[in-house]
């Protein structure tokens, strides 16, 4: 550990409320060049998160493993089968009974099971119509009823090729004509992308501060600095500018790969997105500083800073787990999370644009929390003197 | 030994930090994760007003999964209404809805969703099709209609109503005992080599094994006791079936514990300052949570990103919890999820106590 000299006289000496706040902020920049984990935790720690997360995070499942078991087959059979093999969601195999089946779905080597039964091609023609039995593993509910989504989607378009084939009417009255605005695609890379940024973000602020700053009043160094005719507001925005500059160069690396590596669509305006990035960082960058400030040492506050931004950012701010489904109190609950409001802007300015009826009430939260966080700092700040 | 616990619970702040949130977090997140929908926002356009489209209509009303927010009346609207995220969806009836219907002509019902999140379009469609389908049964049998010559009989096992608050909430265990095992483990060597302390441990006629021990019990008995707790709650509170034998669900617990405390050390050895150390069990964690299926398969990674996932002790864990709550699988089937995680630790754990002596500055 490079041990800085830290100087508060040579501040001092130069005087004067500008050039103070310039040799403090100096100080900070110099520091931050001689310890090289702030910078990568500012730049390599986006690049790693983003390239894990971008690659490895997605819900479009495609080629999903499917047994299908057909008791006894026929021409009709192996039509309705064939609808299986043609669909880029499933990756069929054909297993000759359902104990073999059954076994591939426990073992996991298939995530459902579509049975035909001996009776499908007699029962086709009767006014009920032929059964066809499908069995997913419900262990992972969401995959469970995304695969039974799918099995039904090539089943009606099956339906609607048997009824043209026959020049027939259709069986199903109302059919559902879908329409996905933004995302027409559906690729979830397109919206985890955005999301991630706002987790990604929410940490480096936090930590980046939380640990600088706990570390200086672990060293006693920050009441040295007190000591001096350095007022709190100077030290904070010491503090506060070279790591928002930092923050912004990894916000405009994290922008940049989503945009060129994981061709993310922005299509809102880019300093919109830079100025609400900015207060985002703000904010984060104040959690950091009360959560410094409030904890005694970087043990505590390396923990803290641990369990307050990394799960919440990722579980509560709508990034992954919609908001609206959650029961009432967690909902509420999820408004202090500055993540939630960030999200929100990001997937909108990604996605859709501009729309100012979505940014400008996040906005306003962002700042309200930021002055919030920023004006208890400062408190903090004075408290610990006494 | 006795001094590591002390050096722990000494702190008033470290012992709250380790003992208060998991419990809350488990409460928060196991409500908080889900993919179950309720309350989804709809709007309505309905440009034919007839019976038949009131009573489709009525179908959405009726459900929870939607709540609607809005009644449009022309199309002006609809951009408004989902840019603003008022509404997930608009459900279109056209002004011919119910002559089509009438006719035995196929009528169309357009919906229009926000993709924004495209992971939960996808499952608003899902619920707005099964809504449709019934609708169908329904009048096609009213009307003497022909019903589809092949229907579908879904039924999924373990989870029959696919709650997905079981398949969330075990995966959390595994989430909240790693979380606090790194913060017992991450930090600890790299506290004491940074006060100098740890200088002193090493003179002293304690072997490194000893001290290894030394540094990885408290991990161990603060995990399993966290462990168990998150258990009960899980089972106790959220209802969450547990079908396998307590047994095998413990031996996963000890060897996923000691896997994850030998990285925690290894990172904490090789870290000089705090700072290093806490930033090596971020870039640790993060992507173990990540890459270990807990939200998302590991099925739907790249292949190259599935190799990395095998180094993964949480992946091989959250395979055993949900297998043993919701499968009641037996041990011997969990035994290759076992051993790689029995190599984790060992391996981790072994340099960890070589890195003790070894990394000197």
């Known amino acids: 550990m490079a041990e800085q000299p830290h100087t508060p006289t040579a501040v001092e000496a130069r005087g004067g409320g500008g050039q103070r706040l310039r040799g403090l902020v100096r100080k900070e920049f110099l520091q931050i060049l001689r310890d090289p984990s702030s910078i990568a935790i500012a730049f390599v720690m986006p690049v790693v998160l983003l390239l894990l997360f971008g690659y490895g995070v997605s819900l479009d499942a495609e080629h999903v493993p499917i047994a299908i078991v057909v008791d006894h087959p026929t021409a009709e059979t192996a039509d309705f089968v064939g609808a299986f093999e043609h669909s880029r969601y499933f990756s069929p195999v054909r297993l000759p009974d359902m104990h073999v089946a059954q076994r591939a779905l426990l073992a996991g080597e298939v995530d459902g099971i579509v049975r035909i039964r001996s009776d499908f091609g007699r029962r086709l023609r009767t006014a009920g119509g032929a059964p ?88 006693g160094t920050m009441e040295a600095l007190m000591v001096t005719p350095v007022a709190v507001r100077e030290i904070l925005l010491g503090k506060v500018i070279p790591y928002f500059l930092l923050g912004t160069g990894g916000m405009a690396l994290s922008v940049a790969m989503a945009v060129w590596l994981f061709h993310v669509p922005l299509r809102g305006s880019f300093w919109v997105l830079f100025a609400c990035a900015s207060l985002f960082l703000l904010v984060a960058l ?36 919609d908001i609206n489904s959650m029961p009432r109190v967690v909902a509420l609950l999820t408004h202090v999370i500055p993540a939630r409001y960030f999200v929100a802007q990001l997937q909108t300015l990604f996605l859709a644009g501009d729309i100012w009826s979505v940014i400008l009430p996040n906005a306003l939260a962002l700042v309200i929390m930021a002055a919030v966080l920023m004006g208890a700092s400062r408190r903090l700040f004075r408290k610990r003197l006494d | 030994m006795v001094k590591e616990f002390l050096a722990l619970l000494k702190d008033k702040k470290s012992r709250f930090v380790i003992i208060g949130p998991p419990i809350i977090q488990l409460l928060v997140f196991g409500y908080a994760a889900t993919f179950d929908l309720s309350n989804v926002p709809y709007a309505v356009y309905n440009e034919d007003g007839g019976a038949a489209a009131r009573d489709l209509l009525a179908r959405f009303q009726g459900s929870a999964n939607f709540q609607q927010v809005a009644t449009i009346s022309h199309d002006g609207q609809i951009r408004p209404v989902i840019d603003d995220k008022r509404a997930m969806v608009v459900l279109h009836v056209g002004p011919r809805f119910g002559r089509h219907l009438a006719l035995g002509q196929p009528a169309q019902l357009q919906v229009i ?122 089972v106790l509170w959220f209802d969450v079936p547990l079908r396998g034998s307590l047994l095998t669900l413990y031996a996963g617990v000890g060897l996923f514990l000691l896997s994850a405390i030998g990285v925690g050390l290894m990172i904490s050895s090789m870290a000089v300052t705090q700072q290093q150390g806490l930033l090596g069990a971020f870039l640790f964690l993060v992507p173990a949570i990540i890459l270990s299926g807990f939200a998302t398969p590991i099925a739907n990674m790249p292949v190259a990103v599935q190799y990395i996932t095998l180094v993964n002790p949480m992946r091989y864990f959250m395979v055993i919890l949900r297998g043993v709550f919701l499968e009641g699988t037996p041990f011997h089937v969990l035994v290759p999820q076992l051993w790689p995680m029995a190599i984790v630790a060992l391996v981790s754990l072994t340099l960890a106590g070589w890195l003790f002596r070894h990394r000197m500055y």
């Open chain 1, 132 to 219: 066809v039995q499908v069995l997913v593993n419900g262990v992972d509910a969401n995959n469970g009823r995304i695969v039974s989504g799918y099995v039904e989607g090539v089943w009606s378009q099956w339906l609607q090729h048997q009824a043209q084939a026959r020049g027939q009417p259709l069986a199903q009255p109302v059919q559902v004509q879908q329409r996905v605005w933004f995302n027409s695609q559906l690729r979830s890379r397109n919206f985890l992308v955005p999301g991630l940024i706002a987790v990604i973000m929410t940490l480096i602020g936090a930590l980046l501060t939380a640990l600088v700053v706990a570390r200086e009043w672990e060293r």
């Open chain 1, 286 to 321: 104040g959690m950091g500083m009360v959560i410094s400030t409030a904890a005694k040492n970087q043990f505590v506050a390396g923990q803290v800073a641990i369990i307050v931004t990394f799960l919440p950012a990722f579980i509560l701010s709508g990034f992954i787990f």
């Open chain 2, 113 to 234: 969703v926000d993709g924004r999140n495209s992971n939960t379009a996808m499952l608003v469609l899902n619920y707005v099709r099964s809504i449709v389908t019934q609708f169908n049964r329904q009048w096609s049998a009213d009307h003497g209609l022909a019903q589809p010559p092949v229907h579908l009989v879904t039924r999924a096992w373990f989870n029959p109503n696919l709650r997905s608050q079981w398949f969330i909430v075990p995966g959390i265990i595994g989430l909240l005992t790693l979380v606090v095992t790194m913060l017992v483990t991450a930090l600890s060597v790299a506290r004491e080599r940074e006060q100098g302390t740890f200088d002193q441990l090493l003179v002293t006629p304690l072997r490194p094994v000893e001290i290894l021990i030394g540094k990885a019990l408290p991990g161990l008995i603060i995990g399993a006791v966290e462990a168990t707790v998150i258990i009960a709650v899980t």
